[in-house]
């Protein structure tokens, strides 16, 4: 069976290559928080006389099941990713014939809980942030529906303001870092033991967002989300360091347990919501699709993701010197990962 598989995997293959020209340019899917800095790097790309790829914003998990899906021209060359691969999603690409794939890790972002310039400044704690959003919270030594409806009914500290939340929908890679640095982080050590308690995994749980209308759903649109936050100023709004560094004239970040995000903080992690950015390309595609190999060095350039290059310009955190070269050499030398 493994065999018969392996033909067919290859027939795949020279199936694609036969018939490569019905596409020479690179497409590329996937998260909305990498799409900024690829659509930068596809213009440069594209000056030098390359065919400009074509880059379309579907959220990290919608680009996964496109990119996963098989090999030739009818499937994406690359897929952007707000956090790493998950094993579900290895084992799709398998089943599916992708089996070579090149990790690329792009640099560090920092997800912001943005609000408009007009509102008062804030300073939320983990906590506190999961309590505005969780579906089910502890109280006095119980598991309840979402009671809170105002910020001041959290912690009276806080304002005495209605809480809404836009969120990113499940397929964003940015939603799965929210809930794991957030939710599941932020999730009280009862809440957790009353979940257990009840039969349930602990993270699962304390990751499900309430549904009663004070977290909205916003879709995968980074600006659109941007542009509601700046009409209402009691509104907040979480995506990537990009957003808030275009849109400073109508948005501005809280503060997460006290820190606010920048360069610096986020290089370092020492600022709390800190996470790591991918791209996935399909290894089977290069030397295939027209110009994908000088598209990676271009993407991986110091020019582009070093400390000064040019995508730092539009937010991204560069990689430490390390882990820059292992980045580096992925690309250049088309190193796959494992898939099981």
Not at 303 to 317: E, F, H, N, W
Request: charged share 25%; net charge positive; glycine share 8%.
């Amino acid at each position: 069976m493994k065999t018969l598989k392996n033909i067919i995997a290859i027939i795949a293959i020279f199936s694609f290559a036969s018939y490569a020209n019905a596409r020479d340019q690179i497409k590329i899917v996937g998260s909305s928080t990498v799409y900024p800095y690829a659509t930068v790097v596809a213009e440069q790309f594209g000056k030098k006389g390359n065919k400009t790829p074509v880059i379309e914003s579907t959220g990290t998990g919608g680009g996964m099941k496109l990119f996963c899906a098989g090999i030739g021209v009818n499937h994406p060359d690359i897929t952007n990713a707000s956090r790493a691969i998950k094993t579900k999603e290895k084992a799709l690409c398998e089943k599916n014939g992708v089996k070579d794939i090149i990790e690329v890790v792009v640099g560090n972002d920092g997800i912001t809980f943005s609000h408009s310039v007009k509102a008062k400044d804030a300073d939320f704690t983990k906590e506190q942030l999961w309590r505005a959003l969780a579906a089910k919270v502890d109280v006095n030594g119980k598991l309840v529906e979402n009671p809170y409806k105002k910020w001041s009914d959290i912690d009276s500290s806080l304002p005495s303001k209605k809480i809404e939340i836009l969120i990113a929908p499940p397929t964003s890679g940015t939603r799965d870092a929210w809930n794991s640095l957030v939710m599941v982080k932020g999730c009280t050590k009862a809440a957790k033991s009353l979940h257990e308690a009840n039969g349930k995994k602990a993270k699962k749980e304390c990751a499900k967002m309430r549904e009663d209308g004070y977290a909205v759903e916003a879709g995968e649109n980074d600006t659109l989300i941007v542009q509601k936050l700046a009409a209402n100023p009691d509104a907040y709004g979480f995506f990537g360091y990009s957003y808030l560094l275009a849109n400073k004239d109508k948005i501005k970040a809280a503060a997460v347990n006290g820190v606010k995000p920048s360069l610096e903080g986020i290089q370092d992690y020492s600022y709390p919501i800190a996470r790591p950015l991918f791209f996935y390309v399909k290894k089977a595609h290069v030397g295939v699709v027209p110009g994908l190999k000088e598209f990676l060095v271009e993407f991986t350039s110091k020019k582009a993701m070093g400390s000064r290059g040019y995508l730092t310009d539009i937010g991204l955190v560069p990689l430490a010197s390390d882990k820059y070269k292992i980045t580096r050499t992925a690309a250049k030398d088309l190193v796959t990962i494992k898939l099981n």
